[in-house]
């Protein structure tokens, strides 16, 4: 069964700095995607950022980017230029290629101060 | 409309009780999606729909569970003879297909008591 780990359960940063929240994950697929979704006070998830795992290019989508170790199963996502609208619960998830379903992580709360 | 509706936002019920919980999907999604987050957890799969037909069940907890999608539009989950372990944010997605991004609706909080 594939399973998603994330270490941290909270994590703090001050406004404009970097952040890097962590992420590792079980499989025996070879196609799969793995996802960081938002998940603020509304309860709402949105999607962050999204990487196929064939692609070796890390994903990048503005100030967000991952760091994609396949051989080490670990897919962190960076948060440059953090902004208070940031904080939220952030949850890393995993899909194989051929399912439907997502599998995700226990989640990280993220704090940015002033 | 423009995102995944879901109805009530909150419900609070007795033990013992039938609930049901109803999800909007955005207008041409033909994959809806079901997850369970307890508290201070992520989210878990419950059930996916193809279409009208659940294509994948295999995350409903027990037989007091079911979900249905009869026109392939609106589904709902329905949970009988509800126990307070099922107390938790009920979550319901949509995509255009499996391989498409997911949208997810604010959840609806089932409080059993």
């Known amino acids: 069964a594939q399973t998603v780990t994330q270490s941290q359960p909270e994590m703090s940063v001050q406004e404009a700095e970097t952040v890097t929240l962590s992420c590792t994950y079980d499989t025996s697929e070879s196609d799969y995607y793995l996802f960081w979704y938002k998940q603020p006070p509304s309860r709402q998830m949105i999607l962050v950022i999204r990487q196929e795992a064939y692609k070796q290019q890390n994903a990048t989508e503005n100030r967000f980017s991952v760091n994609f170790q396949k051989a080490a199963k670990s897919f962190s996502l960076k948060i440059s230029d953090s902004q208070l609208g940031d904080a939220a619960m952030y949850f890393c998830a995993y899909k194989p290629g051929t399912a439907s379903k997502l599998t995700f992580g226990t989640g990280t709360r993220l704090q940015v101060t002033l | 409309g423009a995102g995944v509706s879901q109805t009530p936002s909150n419900k609070v019920t007795e033990k013992g009780k039938y609930v049901e919980l109803r999800c909007d999907p955005i207008s041409g999604h033909t994959a809806l999606y079901w997850y369970r987050q307890s508290l201070g957890q992520g989210p878990e799969f419950l059930i996916y729909?193809?279409?009208?037909?659940?294509?994948?069940d295999s995350g409903l907890p027990n037989d007091r569970f079911f979900a249905v999608r009869p026109e392939g539009s609106v589904s709902t989950l329905k949970i009988q003879r509800t126990e307070r372990g099922d107390s938790a944010v009920y979550l319901c997605?949509?995509?255009?297909?499996?391989?498409?991004?997911?949208?997810f609706g604010q959840g609806t909080r089932l409080t059993v008591v």
């Open positions: 729909f193809q279409g009208t037909g659940a294509a994948d």
């Open positions: 997605a949509s995509s255009y297909g499996q391989g498409a991004e997911a949208f």
